[in-house]
C-alpha cells in the first residue's frame, strides 16, 4: 500500500506543468471511467428499468441510470479539460468496455445482482481515488461516491427481498454464480506497469492485487454473512 509523495496537483493550471507521464496516467484513469459508466449505463442500468417488478422498483431504478450517466458526464467533462477529446471516452476503436459488461442482462435478479457486486468492485475503486494527487480527479472521485454507495445498497436491498422466497432465493445465487467469476479480474493485472505508474504518481493507494483481495473479502463476507447464500470460487 506504499505509495511515493507525489506533489499534490490542486489544479487545471498546475495539472498543465506536470510530467507527461503524470498526465497520460491521469487521461487513462479519467477516459476509463467516461467508457465505462456509459456502457454500463447503456446495457445494465437502462435495460432493467423494464425488468423492475414494482412502480417503487422502476423509480430507483429509474435513479441508478439517471446517476451511472450522471458519472459518465462529469467524467467526459473532467477528461475534456486534461486533454482528451469527445471520442476518446466513448466506447469503441481502441479501448473496449470492461469484460464485465458482456455479461447478458436478462432478469431483475440478475440485476440486482450486478449492482450487489460489481458496484461493491466500483467502491473500491472510487475509494483508491478519495486521495488522489490530482485535486479535480480527487473532488470527482468524492462526488460520485455516496452515489456508488446507494447502488450498491440497492443491490443488497433488492436481492434480500429477493431471497425471501424459494425461487427468488434460487435466481439470486444462479445469478451470482454466473456474475461475480467476472468480477476479480476487474481489477487488473498482477504487477501492473499501469498500477505502478499510479502509485508513482500518488493517483492511487493499491496494487491491483491488494485491491483484488479486499474485494474478495468483502464480497465473500455481504454474500454469505449477510445474504447466507454461497459465493464462488473464482478462478
Aim: hydrophobic share 40%; proline share 6%; net charge negative.
Amino acid at each position: 500500500m506504499t505509495t511515493t509523495a507525489y506533489p499534490q496537483v490542486r489544479t487545471l493550471e498546475e495539472f498543465q506543468t506536470q510530467p507527461d507521464d503524470y498526465k497520460l496516467a491521469i487521461r487513462k484513469i479519467v477516459r476509463s471511467h467516461a467508457i465505462n459508466e456509459l456502457y454500463g449505463a447503456r446495457v445494465f442500468d437502462e435495460p432493467a428499468i423494464a425488468f423492475a417488478p414494482t412502480p417503487y422498483a422502476k423509480w430507483l431504478t429509474c435513479r441508478v441510470a439517471m446517476e451511472e450517466y450522471g458519472h459518465h458526464v462529469r467524467f467526459k467533462e473532467l477528461g475534456e479539460q486534461v486533454g482528451l477529446h469527445e471520442a476518446d471516452m466513448l466506447p469503441g476503436g481502441d479501448k473496449r468496455p470492461l469484460s464485465i459488461f458482456e455479461f447478458e442482462l436478462k432478469s431483475w435478479a440478475e440485476f440486482c445482482v450486478i449492482k450487489l457486486l460489481a458496484d461493491l468492485a466500483e467502491i473500491l475503486q472510487v475509494e483508491d481515488l478519495l486521495h488522489c494527487s490530482f485535486h479535480p480527479l480527487r473532488n470527482l472521485a468524492r462526488m460520485t461516491m455516496p452515489e456508488e454507495r446507494f447502488h450498491a445498497q440497492f443491490g443488497e436491498d433488492f436481492s434480500k427481498d429477493l431471497i425471501e422466497t424459494e425461487a427468488g432465493r434460487t435466481a439470486v445465487q444462479d445469478a451470482i454464480d454466473r456474475y461475480y467469476p467476472l468480477l476479480p479480474p476487474f481489477f487488473g493485472r498482477a504487477k501492473s506497469a499501469n498500477n505502478a505508474a499510479f502509485r508513482q504518481f500518488g493517483i492511487k493507494q493499491r496494487t491491483n492485487e491488494a485491491m483484488r483481495e479486499d474485494y474478495v473479502g468483502r464480497a465473500r463476507t455481504l454474500v454469505e454473512d449477510q445474504l447466507g447464500l454461497t459465493l464462488p470460487i473464482a478462478a
